[in-house]
């Protein structure tokens, strides 16, 4: 005797989400963190122990192609990696006081590059450590944006370069107070820089040159930003972290750090509007030109021992007369990537595209909108766990007609299930006329054979937009829920096989595999609950079936249990759900509810073993 057609579809739809999840998880996700954990090792092992030979260029010396990038300035390559702290007293600075943002100003070059971000911390304990953005040469991981002039080539004019000091008026950077920098070059050219910042991330730097001498000069405005040393990545195919931004008509440009280091260099000639830089999972910065004027964006990586990878936006050259000023702005963002803060600076200085900054992925159709609801329910109950649970109603809610639909039709063809195998036991030996005489009966009873599968699969697109927005959203991270839920953009923190902490030995360390040993409170539940819902429909007699049937709430708990918090409650509470709705529905169809019985021949079956 054959299984009923319902259980045979939900199988296959269960069956292929395992495929998927369990295939992405084995031989993706998990090499892949662990490949990135070995890198960040011997980064941090690079930097204790190796530098550039002394006076050698970070940058621009080993670009191979004809790119203006290599003519720009660059900064040495420290002869020792120091701490942070170390780092930032080399040079005299200028501090940086915002709502958002604390760091400081070297006047070392003029160069931004010490920023913390005031209202993020590296983890849910509100007595670590500020995120800290951008880092300056010496330390670790250099990270810093820097602006000039490049001088046209054989002029001889004198520019100030990345070792240049820059005088400062001015005691501080506030969203008030302005910066203003000065450089003399002792030639006739006077250079002036006034940087301003916003109460969130957003930098407007106004370069100028005085021309004091008797001939006109020629100089190109530029903005970079560089990142020495291949930066740590989460390596998730769902997130892209490197370089990135909107170049002209060019449009989206999302280059990992692996394929900057083969191209060298990649060049978007006079491209108009846009923006271009480097993003991380929560943070990004990024430079913005001016949206109606020309500009080349360049994506270069010089050599050495550890690659600089630079984000370029060059200006056209203009002629300085003599008595003369030029004055050239460029913007830069740098700070969280919040939806909020991304879009209306999108809108307000009208960057094109800037929105694309947040990684929405493919079928941002669904993200995007369901981010757009979980904010707005958020702001009404205070708490994205609670937010979940109301977002996984209103989603039943809206598929309820067709799901309604699906239910009562599994329900009917559970009432004629004695009619089917009746059939079957008399066409046994005709397979043809057995379906077609099933075909038949299904039409006769108005039954969807394949409806038993749509409740599942109408899950599937919500699930992974869900994992995408608690992914990649910062407003997702260190979102508390209750009890020992602070961060649902992270794994349950519980794990039954430390004795929830009482083990002190970290499990989740065992390479690749280790993270399938890390099973908080909330998978178990969510696997009750699949077990459940299982156990609503009549076993399979199919013993290949049956035992597939039984393992799988074991191997969903086992898979998941390192997916973030909030997806797990979501699924979970989505569980629970079915088994009611469906419930009710069987009881209304008089249909008989077989998760009693099953429970109890289960334990017979345990009791008389």
Not at 40 to 69: D, F
Request: charged share 20%; net charge positive.
């Amino acid at each position: 005797m054959t299984p009923s057609t319902d259980n045979k579809n939900m199988l296959l739809a269960i069956v292929l989400s395992a495929i998927v999840f369990l295939g992405w998880q084995y031989f993706y996700a998990g090499p892949q963190m662990e490949m990135q954990r070995k890198a960040q090792l011997a980064l941090q092992a690079e930097a204790a122990t190796k530098t550039q030979p002394s006076g050698q260029m970070a940058g621009g010396q080993t670009v191979q192609a004809s790119s203006q990038a290599s003519l720009i300035p660059s900064v040495l390559a420290p002869s020792a990696v120091v701490d942070r702290k170390t780092a930032l007293a080399l040079s005299s600075r200028i501090k940086i006081e915002t709502p958002s943002l604390n760091g400081s100003v070297s006047l070392k070059g003029g160069i931004i590059d010490d920023l913390t971000l005031v209202n993020y911390r590296e983890t849910v304990d509100p007595k670590s450590n500020n995120i800290a953005l951008l880092d300056p040469e010496g330390s670790a991981d250099p990270y810093f944006a820097y602006f000039g002039w490049l001088p046209a080539n054989g002029s001889g004019v004198l520019a100030p370069e990345l070792r240049s000091e820059w005088k400062a008026e001015g005691d501080k950077l506030t969203p008030s107070q302005p910066l203003t920098l000065t450089y003399d070059n002792g030639k006739g050219l006077k250079f002036k820089r006034v940087i301003s910042v916003d109460s969130e991330f957003l930098f407007k730097i106004d370069d100028s040159v005085e021309n004091t001498t008797a001939a006109p000069v020629t100089l190109a405005p530029y903005g970079s930003i560089s990142r020495i040393g291949t930066p740590v990545t989460a390596g998730f195919a769902v997130l892209f972290e490197g370089i990135v931004g909107v170049v002209g008509d060019a449009g989206l440009q999302e280059v990992a750090y692996k394929d900057a280091e083969k191209a060298k260099v990649k060049n978007f000639e006079k491209s108009y509007g846009g923006w271009l830089g480097f993003t991380d999972k929560y943070w990004a910065t990024t430079l913005i030109p001016d949206q109606t004027k020309p500009f080349n964006g360049i994506i270069a990586v010089d050599g050495g021992n550890r690659p600089t990878y630079r984000t370029v936006a060059m200006f056209e050259a203009s002629t300085i007369a003599s008595n003369d000023t030029l004055t050239h702005s460029v913007k830069l963002f740098a700070g969280a990537k919040e939806v909020k803060t991304i879009n209306a600076y999108g809108e307000r200085e009208k960057i094109k595209q800037f929105d694309l900054m947040v990684d929405w992925g493919w079928f941002y159709f669904i993200t995007k909108p369901l981010f757009q609801v979980m904010t707005y329910i958020y702001h009404l109950v205070g708490n994205f766990g609670i937010t979940i649970l109301i977002i996984t109603v209103l989603v039943k809610l809206l598929f309820f007609p067709l799901a309604n639909k699906s239910y009562e039709s599994m329900a009917r063809m559970k009432a004629i299930q004695p009619r089917v195998k009746e059939l079957q036991e008399r066409t046994k030996d005709d397979k043809l006329a057995q379906q077609q005489a099933m075909m038949k009966l299904y039409k006769d009873e108005k039954i969807n054979p394949v409806s038993g599968c749509v409740p599942v699969l109408l899950q599937i697109p919500v699930f992974f937009a869900l994992y995408k927005v608690l992914f990649i959203t910062i407003e997702m991270r260190h979102a508390p829920f209750f009890g020992w839920i602070k961060d649902l953009a992270a794994p349950d923190p519980s794990n039954i096989f430390t004795l929830f902490g009482l083990i002190p030995y970290d499990v989740t360390h065992i390479p690749v595999l280790g993270q399938y040993f890390h099973l908080g409170i909330w998978p178990v539940i969510m696997g009750i609950t699949m077990w459940v819902q299982m156990k609503m429909n009549p076993e399979p007699t199919d013993p290949v079936q049956k035992s597939v049937f039984g393992w799988m709430p074991i191997i969903f708990t086992f898979m998941m249990g390192a997916f973030p918090a909030g997806l797990i409650i979501y699924w979970a509470w989505n569980n629970l759900l079915s088994v009611a709705q469906q419930y009710l529905i069987m009881k209304k169809n008089g249909v008989k509810v077989e998760l009693w019985d099953n429970m109890r021949g289960m334990f017979k079956k345990k009791v008389s073993a």
